[in-house]
C-alpha cells in the first residue's frame, strides 16, 4: 500500500498521506489505482464527512506521475492513456469535501489532485511548478485544473517557464490558489480545523454545496480537459527524448522562486 489513511471517527475526518517520501511521494499505476478506490470507497463511508490530502515527509506534497512507470499506449493518434485521470475525488463522484494539505513541492500531476480539492492549506515553504515544457511536454490536463483556480496569467507563466520558475507558498496564496498559509509544523493541524469544521455540519448540505460549487464550472472544465489527449499526442516529444531532456536537466533546473 502507498497510501496511509487515519480516520478521526469521532470528528468523522479522514487523513489520506500519499506515502511514497523517497519518491517524493510520486503516484506510479498502483498509487493510482488506490487513490480511485479509496474514493470511491469513501462515498459509501458515512463516517467519513470530510478529508485531509497530504504526503509523506516535509519535502513533496506530489511530484506527479513516478518516471519510472510504464503506461502502454493504443497506435490510434486520437487516443492517449493517462493513468492519472481517474486519480481525483471528483473523477470518481465523490462530493465530500476535500482540503489539500501541501507540505512541500507540488508539481505537474500533483494539479490532478489539487484541481479536484476544494480548497488549499499550505506550508509556507511549499513551492508549486509544472516542468511539462522543459522536458518537451505538454501542459494540458494540469494547465487545465489550474486555470480554474488561478488568474489565466499566473497559469500561463508556471505552465511555460517549466523548470525556470517556481511559485511561492505566499505567491499562490497572493493570485487564490492557496486559502490559508501555515507554518511546516502547524499544517496539519489548520487542516484539520477547516476538515472537522466541516464535518461537523449536516452532511447533505455541505455535500449538496459542494456538488453546486462544481457544477458553476464543470461544463467548461470538461469541454477543456476533452481536448487534452490530442494536444498530448501531437505536442510531446518521444519518450526517449523526454528522458534525454530529463537526465540532462535542461537550463531552467537552477529555477527562480517568485
Not at 19 to 40: C, F, I
Not at 45 to 66: H, K, N, P, Q, Y
Not at 131 to 142: K, L, N, R
Request: glycine share 8%.
Amino acid at each position: 500500500m502507498t497510501l496511509r489513511v487515519e480516520r478521526d471517527e469521532e470528528n468523522g475526518v479522514a487523513v489520506v498521506t500519499l506515502d511514497r517520501e523517497s519518491r517524493h511521494n510520486a503516484v506510479d499505476l498502483g498509487t493510482a489505482a488506490e487513490l480511485a478506490a479509496l474514493w470511491r470507497e469513501f462515498r459509501f463511508d458515512e463516517e467519513v464527512r470530510a478529508v485531509v490530502l497530504t504526503g509523506a515527509g516535509t519535502a513533496a506534497f506530489c511530484t506527479g506521475i513516478d518516471r519510472s512507470a510504464q503506461v502502454p499506449q493504443p497506435a490510434s493518434p486520437y487516443s492517449v492513456d493517462d493513468p492519472l485521470v481517474a486519480i481525483g475525488p471528483k473523477a470518481n463522484d465523490l462530493w465530500k469535501p476535500v482540503v489539500a494539505a501541501v507540505n512541500g513541492m507540488a508539481c505537474g500531476g500533483a494539479f490532478y489532485l489539487l484541481g479536484e480539492a476544494e480548497f488549499i492549506v499550505s506550508a509556507t515553504t511549499a513551492t508549486y511548478f509544472d516542468p511539462h515544457t522543459s522536458y518537451g511536454m505538454v501542459s494540458a490536463y494540469e494547465a487545465v485544473y489550474m486555470a480554474q483556480r488561478m488568474p489565466f496569467g499566473e497559469v500561463a507563466r508556471m505552465s511555460l517557464m517549466g523548470t525556470a520558475e517556481r511559485l511561492s507558498a505566499r505567491r499562490a496564496y497572493e493570485v487564490g490558489l492557496v486559502s490559508e498559509l501555515a507554518e511546516p509544523g502547524e499544517l496539519l493541524a489548520a487542516a484539520l480545523r477547516s476538515a472537522r469544521t466541516l464535518a461537523s455540519f449536516p452532511t447533505e448540505g455541505v455535500q449538496g454545496t459542494v456538488r453546486a460549487l462544481w457544477s458553476a464550472k464543470q461544463a467548461a472544465l470538461q469541454q477543456a480537459l476533452a481536448q487534452a489527449p490530442a494536444l498530448i499526442a501531437l505536442g510531446n516529444l518521444p519518450p526517449e527524448r523526454q528522458a534525454e531532456l530529463f537526465e540532462g536537466r535542461r537550463p531552467g533546473t537552477d529555477f527562480r522562486l517568485r
